[in-house]
C-alpha cells in the first residue's frame, strides 16, 4: 500500500489509481500559489499576494465579527412542561378556575374558553375559521399621540360586562359579536377615522421554528429586499419591500397579523389575556370597555404556566408537503411552484428563511392595499415602541403569513374574508399588485397549477 | 530683415468661416526670404521645411497662412479667459482655504449638474428590479460617468497647477475636453482595482449583521472608509504617470514613498471625506422619496462643501510637492528629490 503526497489518501501502488485520486488542483492553496506565479511572475507575485494580505487584513474585523456571532441553537423540550402545556391548552376555562388560584379565572370577557376551542383546523393547534374571529377596533386620540385600540370581546361572564360596538364609538350601532359580514357592511357607514376590522385565528404548527429564527435572518432578507428594489425606506407602495418591526425589547415581531409579537411566548401571554381573558406576568387581562373600574384580583397564570403553554406549541410539529399521487398532480405541482416563483409570490412568501425550509413568509410588513385595510390595532397588547424613525404598522400592512399548511387553514387573509385560495390571491394589492396582474396574465392551467401547489402545503394532522 | 515667425499648418486647418474683425493681420513673408544663410539655400532642404508646391495659387496659399495664424490667436484668446489676474502664491496650508473661493461659480455649477443627475437617476431606478429590463437602462450609467469624469479631470487640473506652483491659472470644468472621458475610465478603473472590493464586504456585512451594535457600525465604518481612502489611494497612483495599469497596491506604496507625508495625510482625508459624502448622500436619497425639495437643497449643499473640501486639500496637496521641490533645490543636498521623478 502506497501512502499518497495528499493527506488521508491511501492509495495502492498503482501510478494510474493514484491520479485519479488526486484532489483537483485548485483544493490546494499551495498550487494555486505556484500555478499563479507561473503565470505572472514571482515579483508580480510577490505584491498580488501582498495585496490580498492586506486587503484580508483590512476584512479581519467584519470576518471576526461574523465569525464570533452567536448561532441559533435549537431548544430541546421538556416532556413534563409539554404535557402541562397540552392540559393547559386544552383546558375548559371558568370563572374563579381552580387553575388560577389568585385570579378570577375565565373573564370577565372573553371570546373563547380554551385555547383549542378556536386553534383547531386540521389538528390541536390549528386554525380557526370565521366565527372565531375576534373584532377589534382602533380610534384615533383626541389629541397627537397613540390611537386607542382594543378588541371587543363576544362574551362576558356577566350581562352588564358584555361589550358590543357602541361601546367602543358611539356612533358605531349597537352589535354584540358581530359578524365579518355585518362589520364589511360598515365600511360604508362609520366615521372615517374610527376603524373596525376582525382577525382570524392563525395556524400554530411550527411556531418553534419561528420562534427560534434570528432576528438578523428577518433583517437581512428586509434589506436585501430594499436593496435589490432600490428602495431604501421601504415604504413603496407599488414593489415588494416589506419592513421589519421592531418591539420596545429591541427584538424584531414574529408572531400575529401585525408582528406585535417577537416570541412566541409574549404571543401566547397576549392570547390568553386577549381571549380567555387570563390575566399573566406578560399582559393583563383586558378591562370591559363598559366597566373601567373593573379591577382584578390578581393574575390568573404564572410564567410557569404560560412557559407550559409555549412548550406545548412548540412541540406542535411543522406542517407538511405532500404532492399527490398521480404523475400529472406531480407535475402541476412542480409547475405551479415554478409559476409561483416566476411570477414574483416569493418575494414576499420566501420559500427558505434562514435554517427554516418550506416557510413560505419573510415575517415582513407589507402593505397591501386600499382593498385590505384593516384596523391599526395591536390586539390590546401593549403598542410596539418601534425604534427610532420608524413608525407603528400602517392600517394596509401587514405580516407575511406562512404558507405552509395553507391548504387546511381556510379561510384566508387577516380577516377570512377570502374563502377559497384563489379567491385569496385575488384580494391582494399594494405591494403584491404586480405579481397579481401577472397572475392574472396566465392561462387557466397555469392558475389551477398554481392552486395545486399551495394546495400540496398541509397541515401536520 | 526682421525675423518673422512662420507657422506651417496644412491646409486642412483653414477655418471654415472668415477671421472675424478686430484681429490684427500680420504680413507672412516667404519661406525662403526668412533664411539668412546662404550656404542653406544651396543645400538640398529638408522636407519638412520645403513647402510643398500647392496645386492652387498663391493668393489663396497666403490667405491660409493668414487664417492659420488667426486661429491660433483665437485659441489663444480662448486660453486667456481661464487666466485670471496673479494671486500672491499660497506660503501655508490655511491660506489654501481661498483657492475653493477663485472657482466658486464652476464648483456651483458642477454641483447643480451633480445634484439634478442624482435625484433624477434615484427617481428613475428606484423600484425596478435588479434583473429586470436592465438592458434598456444601462446607458443610464453613462451620465454619472460622463459626470465622474469631469469632476475628477476638474480636480486633477486643481492638483496639477498646484504641482505646478501656478498662480494664473484656473482648472476648467466642462464635458467636451478630451480628457474627461479618459479620467471617467481612470476614476472607474481606481474603483474597480479596489474599492470595490470593500464596497462589497460592507454591504454583505450590513445585510447579515442584523440589529447593528455599536461594534458593527464600527466595522462597517471600516470597511466604508477603506473604500473611499484605496479609491483615493489608486486615483492618486494613476495620475502620477496616467498609466491604468498604476491602480494597484504597489504603485500607491510607491507614491507614499517618493512623496512622503503629503501623500499619506492628504489621500487619508480626501477619503474619509468621500466615504462620508457617500454617507450621507445616501440619507439624503432616502430623504428625496419624501420631501424632494429639502433633498435637492442638502444635495446641493452637500455637493458644494464636498468640492470645496476636496479643491482645496488638492491644492494644498500639490502645493506642499511644490514647496518641498523648491526647498530642495534650495538646500545644499545633492540628493536628487524623489518627487521630481
Redesign the interface.
Known sequence: MMTSSWPGIEQPGSTRLFLEARPRLGHNPAWVILSLSVVFGRQAMK?IL??AV??IL??A??GV??WLRPLATPGSLDAAAVHEGKMLFTHEWTVNDPLCPTGDGLGPVYNATSCVQCHSEGGVGGSGGLKHNVTTFSIPAARPGKPTTGVIHAHATSDRYQENLTHAHGALPHLERPTLKEIQELERTRPNLVQVGQRNTPALFGAKLIDEL????I??NE??QK???????G??L??PVGRAL?LAD?R?GKFGWKAQSSSLLAFVQAACANELGLGNPGQAQPVPLVEASYRAPGLDLTTQQCQQMAAFIAALPRPLKKTPDGVQGQQSVARGRQLFNSIGCAECHVPDLGSIEGVYSDFLLHRMGGDLVGDGGSYNAPQPSPSPGLDSPLSDEWRTPPLWGVADSAPYLHDGRAATLQEAIMLHGGQAAESLRKFRGQSVGQQADLINFLKSMRAPG | MPHIETIRLKPYYALAEPPALGYQVVEVSDVREERADPAADKAPPPAAVVRQQPHWSEMESRDLDVRAILAKAKLELRNERYRSRPWRLERYGAQCLFYPLRVWWRIFRLSFVWTVTMLVLAATLRGHEAGEAWLPRLPLLLVPLALLGATWSFLRQVLRLAVSGDRERLPVFGLRDTGVAYCAVMAATAFLAGPVFFLAAAVWFWVHAGALERVDQLVLCQLWLCAGVSWTYLLLAIDVRGRLLDAQAKAAALLIRQQGWPALVFPLLGGASVALFVYLSVRVWILSFERGFEAFILQFMLWCVALFLWTFLLRWYGLSRYWRVGRQQTSPSPREHPAAV
Open positions: 505584491w501582498g495585496y492586506g486587503a483590512l476584512v474585523p467584519a465579527r461574523v434570528p432576528d438578523r435572518v433583517l437581512a434589506r436585501a436593496l435589490r428594489w432600490r428602495d431604501p425606506d415604504r413603496g407599488t414593489v421592531v429591541g424584531v
